[in-house]
């Protein structure tokens, strides 16, 4: 059910905002205040319990399109004090790009009998019966499929075609995810599935997403007078009157190890992210494993949830976070970055790739058993980085499994024998890469956790229903049609909570769906 959008207009001069979360969500949210509603800086107040901003993001919406465009377009440049980050971006893509090469020819690869070989990707011929089975899938209403997976809705040997190989390792979708997730990004996606791994047509910043868009925005908000406060946990929100209609009286939240109460008037609003996909993460090092990674969420309960959890205690219209905390062994993924000196890697991966670094989003070890696709970006990563330096990321669905060449679990595995296990998988020589190298692995036990399976009303809409002063965002709330675990989602949220609540006339454009009979020629 669509929330109504706020009947009155706020006056932004009287408003006070209050934003709980640093992610990109809370700041979307914040640019969106400041440039569309009109609120002074001074009145709008991020609390997050981190020591700094940004939290967990997975670029996947073209920053051109749709939500991204909108924020980008807000929030000046940093090095063009009459453009944007939007003209940013577009000037990347126009100059920086790679020559003479602009698209990846690899996008997956497995061992042949002379050593790894290019998989051909351009046929996606599935059979007839699971062709059928698609369309069904994308003609069927969400309610119909409710709470079932995908397993439960396609034949196991469609697991095990070269469609599927792409589905899953560009939207790290699993057998047992949920089957209206995969209904909407079918619904999306599916017409442009062979230009994904186009780098060129899809997103790209000039560095990573850290120093391109989050400090570019920090800065931004600084210097409008938004107050920050991290290391600032919010515990509870106060509701009054306890039947419908609530409005959000006060925000209690423990920072220095002392309580604090703010109240809250009927003017202000509450923008609260929801939940965390990289709560419980741990690091581990070159010489040794992600430490404590927590394969059952009762092992520890994140503060990260321990608000959400509060407010669906209260009432079943904010969500059942714990619906998402169960099932951490279907969630759970690892990442990881290797850092090179020396440019043998990149040389050998050009050699056997046939492309140039920036060129393709990722590429996938087909037959790894821990699932890994491997990202190959543009260098520098950094600005700061050195020219001797080459840096990669990489991903691994599965990391519970046994590896191929290294005879265990990969999150039992330091970062060095994760990297023994892609050079094997490569046929690259172990040495002299493995020691002239660094690679540091991070667990993630609820990684893919927004696409877990759940009831409808498993996550909250942006407005809950019967609240006259509170927002729900995040990749944990419910967007009618849209496909979660992208950065454009959270953005998409913030947007409709500060159009809402502010009362700005219109609606945020909704990012459509492709058009069916587009798509359904492509199945026959």
């Known amino acids: ?311 669906s205690q209260d009432s079943p219209k904010f969500g059942q976070p714990n619906n998402f905390l169960s099932q951490c062994l279907k969630s759970t993924l690892e990442t990881f970055t290797s850092t090179f000196e020396g440019p043998e890697f990149m040389l050998l991966y050009e050699k056997l790739t046939h492309d140039r670094p920036g060129t393709g989003a990722r590429i996938s070890l087909t037959e790894s058993n821990w699932g890994i696709s491997l990202s190959i970006p543009r260098q520098p990563l950094f600005s700061s980085q050195s020219r001797t330096m080459n840096i990669i990321c990489g991903i691994a669905l599965n990391p519970t499994r046994e590896g191929n060449f290294v005879k265990k679990a990969m999150y039992k595995c330091s970062g060095e024998e994760i990297l023994i296990e892609i050079l094997s998988h490569l046929q690259f020589p172990i040495e002299p890469i493995l020691s002239s190298s660094k690679t540091v692995p991070c667990g993630m036990p609820l990684g893919t956790a927004p696409l877990l399976s759940r009831h409808e009303k498993d996550r909250p809409l942006v407005i809950p229903q019967s609240t006259t002063n509170i927002a729900c965002v995040g990749q944990f709330v419910e967007i009618p049609g849209e496909t979660t675990l992208s950065m454009d989602y959270s953005v998409h949220s913030a947007q409709i909570a500060v159009t809402r609540l502010m009362g700005l006339p219109g609606e945020p454009e909704e990012i459509r769906e492709n058009r069916l009979l587009q798509v359904l020629h492509l199945m026959f």
């Open 1 to 311: 059910m669509k929330a109504e959008p706020s009947e009155s207009h706020r006056d932004p001069n009287h408003t006070q905002a209050w934003l709980i979360g640093g992610g990109i969500a809370s700041l979307s949210a914040a640019v969106y205040l400041v440039s569309e509603a009109q609120v002074p800086g001074p009145n709008i107040h991020l609390l997050d319990l981190h020591s700094g901003p940004g939290g967990g993001m997975t670029p996947r919406e073209d920053p051109q399109r749709g939500s991204m465009t909108k924020l980008l377009s807000l929030v000046p440049s940093k090095t063009n004090l009459k453009g944007t980050l939007l003209d940013d971006v577009r000037r990347f893509e126009t100059i920086e790009r790679p020559q003479p090469q602009t698209a990846a020819l690899s996008r997956a690869l497995k061992l042949g009998p002379s050593g790894p070989e290019i998989v051909e990707t351009k046929s996606l011929s599935i059979g007839a019966k699971n062709r059928m089975n698609l369309v069904k899938i994308m003609l069927e209403r969400e309610s119909t499929l409710g709470s079932k997976s995908i397993e439960d809705i396609m034949d196991e040997d469609f697991f095990g075609t070269t469609f599927w190989m792409l589905w899953t390792t560009e939207f790290e979708l699993q057998p047992w995810h949920s089957a209206v997730e995969f209904r909407r990004h079918l619904r999306k996606y599916l017409e442009n599935i062979q230009q994904l791994n186009n780098v060129i047509k899809s997103n790209r910043t000039e560095f990573n997403l850290h120093e391109s868009l989050i400090e570019p925005i920090m800065i931004y908000l600084r210097e409008g007078g938004v107050d920050f406060n991290f290391n600032t946990e919010v515990t509870n929100l106060t509701v009054y009157p306890k039947e419908d209609p609530v409005t959000v009286t006060s925000i209690e939240l423990l920072r220095d190890g002392i309580e604090h109460t703010v109240d809250i008037n009927a003017i202000d609003i509450v923008i609260v992210t929801l939940g965390s996909t990289s709560a419980g993460a741990s690091l581990g090092t070159n010489r040794s494993s992600p430490p404590n990674l927590s394969l059952t969420w009762e092992t520890e309960l994140t503060r990260d949830w321990r608000l959400w959890q509060r407010l």
